[in-house]
């Protein structure tokens, strides 16, 4: 079958990533997150891949720590959001799932909970993101509180989140570290705060655990560089097809609202991609291209199955011609800023329709 729209996942560079997520944080165990469908590489292939390579892994829900065991992961899992009701506690004691435990009522669940085998927690602490955690100062009581609790296996471990790791220059990191280190400096037990961004920019927060997500896809947390910036191998790449190529006139718009008008005569490629296969709405005039190895601007408005292209007077790009959205030769992170979003979720966002293909070749083959 000739395929349109379809993503590549390069798997042969997972060990790559992870050899530079090691290379980055020697002293720590690395958790592999692999929440949202693996960043929307597919979860299951991602933690197959990464089997053997990393320490562990984390995902943000209980369905996807089920889905784990389900195929098979006999490694630890940590359950990043924990659990909100009685009922999702038994799924993480039957399906040996570690926890978040970030909120007072969780605890009370705990409570009424007894079963022979007791569960593996991360009591998460808010130092500054105000999201999920508790608060500082509820700290030694909340210890206490889990540390008498039946079902908590002992010694509890710790885990805080950076808010703004991705901006080097931010101090409110610092601060969150050390406010993790005081907050835990007496007590046993592991700990883990860095995220991609903190394993790179903030080497004092690599503890005992740090927790890479972006980086082992090949993708910067950063705004300001690439993954191959910085020694990373983006494993997903992006592909369809031109299904049209056609004239315009000086002064034509193109597509919906007519949002770019042609100050030249020209040929126009439509390549069949657009929203409803997770290609950004909201990608600008003049984002990136690749047709035939060479860039072209995007033109007029992202529609849901197609986009347009200014493929110049003198392409001689035709119907059938494969078409590249992002991937080696065209950093995601690019295609991102000309989106006004972040590579997260660009990645995220591949919808159903387009068909996944596996690659283990250490060079594209596009
Ligand atoms: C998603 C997530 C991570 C991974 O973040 P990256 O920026 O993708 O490395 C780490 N920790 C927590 C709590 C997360 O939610």
């Known amino acids: 079958m000739i395929r349109t729209a379809h ?23 690395l958790m592999a997150v692999i929440k949202a469908n693996a960043y929307g590489h597919g979860l299951s292939r991602i933690a197959e891949a990464l089997d053997g390579l990393v320490d562990g892994f984390a995902v943000a829900r209980v369905q996807e720590g089920v889905s784990l065991r389900n195929a098979g992961l006999w490694q630890r899992i940590v359950v990043l959001e924990g659990f909100t009701e009685r009922e999702e506690v038994f799924d993480l004691l039957d399906f040996e799932l570690e926890v978040s435990l970030h909120s007072p009522h969780q605890l009370e669940i705990l409570k009424h909970v007894h079963r022979p085998a007791p569960l593996n927690v991360w009591l998460k602490i808010d130092t500054g ?3 999920l955690g508790f608060k500082p100062d509820t700290i030694p009581t909340s210890y206490a509180q889990l540390m008498a609790c039946e079902m908590v296996k002992k010694p509890l471990n710790f885990m805080t989140h950076f808010a703004n790791a991705d901006d080097k220059n931010d101090s409110k990191t610092a601060k969150q570290i050390a406010l993790f280190k005081q907050l835990t400096a007496d007590y046993e037990g592991e700990k883990s705060m860095a995220n991609s961004a903190g394993i790179l920019a903030w080497q004092d927060s690599q503890t005992d655990w740090i927790r890479a997500g972006i980086m082992l896809y090949g993708i910067s947390p950063f705004s300001d560089s690439t993954g191959a910036e910085l020694g990373l191998k983006p494993l997903m790449s992006l592909h369809s097809r031109l299904i049209s190529v056609r004239d315009v006139a000086t002064g034509e718009t193109v597509g919906y609202s007519g949002t770019w008008t042609s100050e030249k005569a020209t040929k126009l490629g439509v390549v069949a991609i657009g929203y409803g296969d997770g290609y950004p709405r909201y990608a600008q005039n003049g ?26 007077l003198n392409s001689t790009a035709k119907a059938g011609d494969s078409v590249t959205l992002w991937g ?28 996944i293909l596996e690659s283990r070749h250490s060079d594209t083959f596009f």
């Open 287 to 312: 984002t990136p291209v690749l047709i035939n190895g060479e860039r072209v601007p995007l033109v007029g408005r992202v529609s849901m199955d197609m986009i347009t292209v200014d493929l110049g």
């Open 129 to 131: 993101m105000n999201r």
């Open 328 to 355: 080696e030769k065209l950093p995601v992170e690019e295609i991102a800023r000309w989106a006004n979003t972040i590579p997260y979720t660009l990645v995220c966002g591949i919808t159903p329709r387009v068909e």
């Open 7 to 29: 993503a590549v996942i390069n798997l042969s560079f997972l060990a790559h990533n992870v050899a530079q997520v090691r290379k980055a944080a020697p002293n720590s165990k």
